[in-house]
């Protein structure tokens, strides 16, 4: 177990509604990255935040948004959900931005 | 162009069989590499990080090839529990780039 969690486990949406998914980080990791994963794809880099300020983003829109706490778990939020948006949502915690990254279960997001 | 391209298979072998697999990156400055693993609907994980003189653990090798831009991992007396998909994994700065994944079924 690498010790990151995520909740929810699964979320149903339908389109236009908002999501916010959680993150709790490995005790003593201070960043935390977003990643997109879509049935039969690879992650796909959403952002990273390193000590509550966002240290990197991928080619998302604004509607995913983020944020990372004092005790740096974290949250991304997701406006406007869209029907492409179904995927695995996937969080990792590392010590540094530029340590290994070690992914927490996910949250299966489905937009009807 | 992908940064990460990977064969995506299936490598279907028997057990006891050596695999292998590459794949290429597109990001020179690169400095970091590994190989992850995931399983069916869970999460990756952390397989092997990849060296430039090539590291072995275990049954798994993993090379790389920094003039060709390519990384390697071989299985060798491959297990039914090996069975899955590897992911490709370059670190070009803060983030991972991965590869959409080689799968591999290990079958009796």
């Known amino acids: 177990e690498t010790g990151v969690t995520q909740s929810p486990t699964h979320l149903i949406k339908t389109r236009g509604q908002q999501v916010t998914l959680r993150c709790s980080s490995q005790s003593g990791h201070n960043t935390v990255s977003w990643y997109q994963q879509a049935l039969g794809q690879g992650p796909q880099f959403i952002f990273q935040y390193y000590r509550e300020e966002e240290n990197g983003r991928g080619n998302f829109p604004p509607r995913f948004s983020g944020l990372q706490f004092p005790n740096y778990s974290s949250e991304l939020n997701v406006n406007a959900l869209e029907l492409d948006d179904s995927a695995l949502y996937l969080c990792?915690?590392?010590?540094?931005?530029?340590?290994?990254?070690?992914f927490g279960p996910g949250t299966r997001l489905t937009v009807l | 162009r992908k940064e990460v391209e990977q064969d995506p298979g299936p490598f279907n072998v028997p057990e006891g069989a050596t695999v292998a697999f590459n794949c290429t990156y597109s990001n020179s400055a690169s400095q970091s590499f590994f190989w992850y693993r995931q399983d069916c609907r869970k999460e990756p994980k952390l397989l092997m990080s990849v060296y430039s003189s090539g590291n072995e653990d275990g049954r798994f090798t993993a090379q790389l090839n920094r003039a060709s831009q390519y990384i390697s991992l071989l299985i060798r007396d491959s297990k039914l529990s090996d069975s899955a998909t590897y992911l490709c994994v370059v670190n070009p700065d803060y983030k991972l780039s991965f590869g959409a994944g080689t799968t591999v079924t290990v079958r009796a």
């Open positions: 990792a915690s590392s010590p540094s931005s530029s340590d290994t990254q070690y």
